[in-house]
């Protein structure tokens, strides 16, 4: 079956960067989209904002206005392992993160949006604390 395991995360102080993994198994195929997302106190699941997006068959991404700049998603296929590299960390950026994986569903042209994606697979999520 599918899984996708996280590790990383922690606290830092503002400014400073931490990297999420997430492994991923079970998947067949590359033609899945996996994302990056986070939920802050108070948030229902269905309010996890979406932050980076990659579509893996061909290492395409894609980033919310919040992290573009900061954040960078990127891929290790031959560890079947997905990266969220945070810099120049912000107080708003503390939030339980989780990775998604689902296979791409809608294509705008020859765009994948993966940002569209309805994930129903999750990982377990890892709490990011950043302190001023």
């Known amino acids: 079956q599918v899984q996708l395991v996280q590790s990383g995360g922690g606290s830092v102080q503002a400014g400073g960067s931490l990297r999420l993994s997430c492994a991923l198994s079970?998947?067949?195929?590359?033609?899945?989209?996996v994302g990056w997302f986070r939920q802050t106190p108070g948030k229902e699941r269905e309010e996890r904002e979406g932050?980076?997006?990659?579509?893996?068959?061909?290492?395409?991404?894609d980033y919310a206005d919040s992290v573009k700049g900061r954040f960078t998603i990127s891929q290790d296929n031959a560890k079947n392992t997905v990266y969220l590299q945070m810099n120049s960390l912000k107080l708003e950026d503390t939030a339980v993160y989780y990775c998604a994986a689902d296979g791409i569903r809608l294509w705008v042209g020859d765009t994948p949006r993966c940002d569209t994606t309805p994930f129903n697979f999750w990982g377990q999520g890892t709490q990011v604390t950043v302190s001023s």
């Open positions: 079970g998947i067949t195929t590359d033609s899945v989209c």
């Open positions: 932050v980076a997006f990659i579509y893996i068959a061909r290492g395409t991404t």
